[in-house]
Every structure is written in structure tokens, then in C-alpha cells.
């Protein structure tokens, strides 16, 4: 019986293939650049509705884009993943992976997710670039967002159905230096679109 030599790490066979076709060719041939919207906060705050009304006003300005929502993500690219603190740590790390490679094609990310400890935050700017990500704060008080609750996950959280639930039984960490600081508890979805329109503008992502 023939036994197959053990490979070892990848790190030693995989050697990383430099395209011609750069990040910055790819900017230049979309007219604008590109950078990641990280949308953090409570479930209820609003950061899926309004990264894709974001989106939708980009889309409209020509600007090239992609929504990563959290619930989406879990149907496919990470749908082994629990709610443990692992689990959520890793799921954080695979998103941030696959933003960097939206970036490198040329594609400004809109990721919405809970997120909710600084250290998988500060993990993503690791992996994608502080310079490439701009952290949005969307700041709802846990009461708004209970009564929100158009899932009915914090009924169920409160009644003990859903373990490590953020804002119950899970802490939320918020962020000490967003680029942007929105209090999506009272403003609207077009107030808080406008002031994201503005920070882009304002960073030179589009004109």
C-alpha cells in the first residue's frame, strides 16, 4: 500500500499570484474608488435597511457596489457557523476576507452586521485596510430596537428561546471612533443616507 507524503502547511506551497489588472486600474476604469461601509450595531438599528439605501442611491450615481447582510450570509458562505462567541468571531473574519477581494475587483462593500466586539471590528481593519474602511455607527437605543423587533428575535431572547443574543444575554461593544456616528434611533433613513453621501464625498470616493 502506497501512503501519500503529508503536504505541508499551505503557507509553504502557496505562493500568492500578482494580477496586472490592479485595484487602482479597475478604480480608474469605474470612475470612482472604492472602500468597505461597515455598518455596526444593535439588531433593530437599522443597518441593513440603510446600507441598501445606500446602495440604491450609489447604484443610481454609477458607482459599482455590493450589500453583505448578515442574515444573507448565513444561508450560504457561512452557514456552518453557530451564535457561539467563536463561531460569530469567525464568521466576522470570512466577511472581512471576501471584502477585500470586493475591494481588489473594484466593488465599494456595504457590510451590515451586528458585530459586536471591538476586537473582530479592529480585525477587519487588520484585513482590509484601516484606510479602506469606514466604520458607521448605527446607534438605536435597545428599547427602539425592541420594539422594533420585526423578527421577534428579542421576545424570544428575553424569554430565554436564543442564546448569546446581543443586547440580552451578549454584550455590544460600540465603536469609540467611527468615521460616522449616526443616531438611527430618530433620524431618517434619507437623513442618514445623505450624511454617508457626504462622507464619501467628503473622502474622495466619489465626486
Given at each position: 500500500m502506497v501512503v501519500e507524503d503529508k503536504l505541508p502547511p499551505a503557507d509553504n506551497n502557496v505562493v500568492w499570484h500578482q494580477a496586472t489588472v490592479t485595484r487602482r486600474r479597475r478604480e480608474e476604469q469605474n470612475g470612482h474608488r472604492v472602500v468597505n461601509l461597515w455598518f455596526t450595531g444593535l439588531s433593530g438599528s437599522g443597518k441593513s435597511t440603510l446600507a441598501h439605501a445606500v446602495?440604491?442611491?450609489?447604484?443610481?450615481?454609477?458607482?459599482?457596489?455590493?450589500v453583505f447582510d448578515g442574515d444573507?450570509?448565513?444561508?450560504?458562505?457561512?452557514?456552518?457557523?453557530?451564535?457561539?462567541?467563536?463561531?460569530r468571531t469567525e464568521n466576522?473574519?470570512?466577511?472581512?476576507e471576501m471584502v477585500n477581494l470586493f475591494l481588489e475587483a473594484g466593488v465599494l462593500a456595504l457590510t451590515a452586521f451586528i458585530s459586536p466586539l471591538e476586537k473582530d471590528r479592529q480585525k477587519v481593519r487588520e484585513i482590509v485596510g484601516a484606510e479602506n474602511m469606514l466604520e458607521i455607527f448605527c446607534d438605536t437605543p435597545l428599547e427602539i430596537c425592541e420594539q422594533r423587533d420585526v423578527k421577534g428575535m428579542y421576545k424570544k431572547a428575553r424569554a430565554g428561546l436564543i442564546k448569546n443574543y446581543t443586547g440580552?444575554?451578549?454584550?455590544y461593544e460600540p465603536p469609540t471612533n467611527p468615521a460616522l456616528h449616526l443616531n438611527?434611533?430618530?433620524?431618517?433613513v434619507e437623513e442618514c443616507v445623505e450624511q454617508i453621501i457626504d462622507l464619501l464625498r467628503r473622502k474622495g470616493v466619489i465626486d
Open positions: 446602495e440604491e442611491r450609489l447604484h443610481g450615481l454609477g458607482v459599482r457596489t455590493f444573507n450570509v448565513r444561508h450560504g458562505l457561512c452557514s456552518d457557523l453557530s451564535f457561539s462567541p467563536e463561531d466576522i473574519r470570512r466577511i472581512a440580552i444575554s451578549s454584550p438611527t434611533g430618530t433620524a431618517t
